[in-house]
């Protein structure tokens, strides 16, 4: 089960790994408001010193907050992402993570329990047979990343409302927070959530769902960006409080919808 | 002449001395610099975005983009797009109401720009009257507005494929709307580096620009 005595230490682990890259990210700013001064005068148009960059940092993570109410206020429930044909799948498909691909966690399968908690009805933990149970449904979509490229796949696997219904989930909450097995973590608003296209994929292109791409449990949302797509996700969590994410509180958009 | 701005005849009242009419209304020489702010910033950002996926085989220098990472990048993109958006629409607005447009740009030929041209070349173009735009300046300011609308729409596109599919389809999909922003930034910085060049050579031009006559 994922209770709080086994939650704990994991979570502390990922918060010193983040403070040591946000620390890492801040040097890296710095550098470039040292290069501000090339941009002539730039400075002295936002009439900003150059050592006030906590100040910009601030104001920046700021409009990304609006960001997410603007993003919110765009995205439609209802609306589909687009879909493709078998024919226009991208194939290798890229393999992306925040380590080397021989670094992709081994899961095992009869080990495996996706746990549930927070504002849940059933907090029971589910098997891979149980999951594979439950109807499926498929989708050829484009998944885009942050960086810019993009990539159509095939994914398989349970409509995320149907797993909420089945879990007895408060849908007016507003996160779903995931844990995964390599201890990427990252939540996404309930609106998303529920929309008819996102998926807890256990199948890539017809097959159970390779490593590489997630095994055993990857959420495929349709309307979201690459890294609110979590893979090996071995724990889901309904709750009000904001839950962030691995990138996200390294400074990436939190919303991050497409 | 926006005589809908209440500067403007004040201005002139002020100082009937001079007997110099405006060239610029205030809100022209205001939405103009901030547009220009946020170009920069939008473009420096930009670069840093391009950089984390190169769709050429290049990558734009570190000390020439802005942000640091591409967390950073994209955090002064998304900020700076909310300036360039609703100053340009404000731009778009008070130039369309006022019939600036039509009085700056009209008449406009093709071949009164070739002429034009030719004329610049030979050092031969007339800077007479800065209220008058000679026919390669309306062309050009002409495209640079309509490529801003295209940078607009197309990084619209970027940001939510989903959430905008007819301006999606319009683009030719997400992947050549990549490419539509990356082409029409080329253009915008094509044009500034001339821009700039221009104003150089013609000094007065930039005083019009900040002081208005």
């Known amino acids: 089960m994922f209770n709080d005595q086994r939650k704990e ?122 999951l594979n149970a439950l109807p499926q449904a ?112 390294q400074g990436y958009n939190w919303f991050g919808g497409s | 002449m926006s005589v809908s701005v209440p500067d403007v005849p004040q201005e002139q009242i002020k100082r009937p001395a001079e007997k110099r009419p405006t060239i610029h209304p205030v809100w022209l020489r205001l939405t103009h610099w901030l547009n220009a702010l946020a170009v920069v910033v939008m473009v420096g950002s930009g670069w840093q975005i391009y950089n984390a996926s190169p769709l050429f085989g290049f990558r734009f220098p570190s000390q020439i983009t802005l942000g640091g990472w591409l967390a950073g990048g994209l955090d002064w993109h998304f900020a700076a797009m909310w300036v360039l958006f609703i100053n340009g629409l404000i731009y778009l607005v008070l130039n369309g109401l006022g019939g600036r447009f039509w009085r700056k740009f009209y008449p406009l030929s093709l071949r009164g720009v070739v002429k034009d041209t030719a004329a610049a070349f030979q050092g031969r173009l007339s800077h007479a009257d800065p209220k008058c735009y000679n026919q390669v300046q309306k062309l050009a300011y002409l495209l640079v507005v309509v490529d801003l609308v295209l940078l607009v729409l197309s990084g619209l596109v970027l940001w939510k494929s989903v959430q905008f599919p007819l301006l999606a389809a319009l683009m030719g999909g997400y992947d050549s709307a990549r490419f539509l922003h990356f082409y029409s930034m080329l253009f915008l910085v094509g044009f500034i580096f001339i821009h700039v060049l221009m104003v150089l050579l013609v000094p007065r031009s930039l005083r019009a620009m900040i002081r208005g006559r």
């Not at chain 1, 550098?31 to 006030?52: E, Y």
């Not at chain 1, 807890?200 to 997630?214: C, E, I, S, T």
């Not at chain 1, 797509?229 to 969590?237: E, G, L, Q, T």
């Open chain 1, 138 to 249: 498929e989708q050829i979509t484009r998944h885009i990343c942050v960086e810019g490229w993009s990539a159509i796949g095939r994914w398989g696997g349970v409509p995320f409302a149907e797993f909420l219904q089945r879990i007895g989930a408060d849908t007016s909450a507003k996160y779903v927070g995931f844990m995964c097995e390599d201890n990427y973590f990252t939540s996404i608003d309930m609106a998303s959530a529920l929309h008819p296209q996102t998926l807890l994929a256990l199948r890539f292109d017809g097959q159970v769902l390779p490593p590489k791409y997630g095994y055993p449990l990857k959420v495929r949302v349709a309307t979201k960006l690459g890294y609110k797509n979590p893979k090996h996700v071995r724990a889901i969590s309904v709750t009000n409080i904001y839950p962030g994410g691995y990138w996200e509180n």
């Open chain 1, 9 to 130: 230490p994991g979570v502390d682990e990922a918060l010193v790994l983040n403070e040591a890259r946000s620390q890492l990210g801040r040097f890296s700013r710095r550098r470039f408001l040292q290069q501000l001064g090339t941009l002539g005068g730039l400075s002295l148009l936002t009439g900003c010193s150059i050592s006030d960059d906590a100040n910009i940092e601030k104001a920046l993570s700021r409009v990304s907050k609006l960001n997410d109410t603007a993003q919110a206020w765009l995205f439609d429930p209802q609306r589909l992402a687009p879909t493709y044909l078998e024919s226009q799948i991208t194939r290798p498909f890229p393999f992306n993570a925040f380590y080397a691909e021989n670094k992709v966690p081994v899961v095992v399968a009869d080990d495996f329990r996706l746990e549930v908690t927070g504002r849940v009805a059933k907090t029971a933990a589910w098997t891979l047979p149980e």
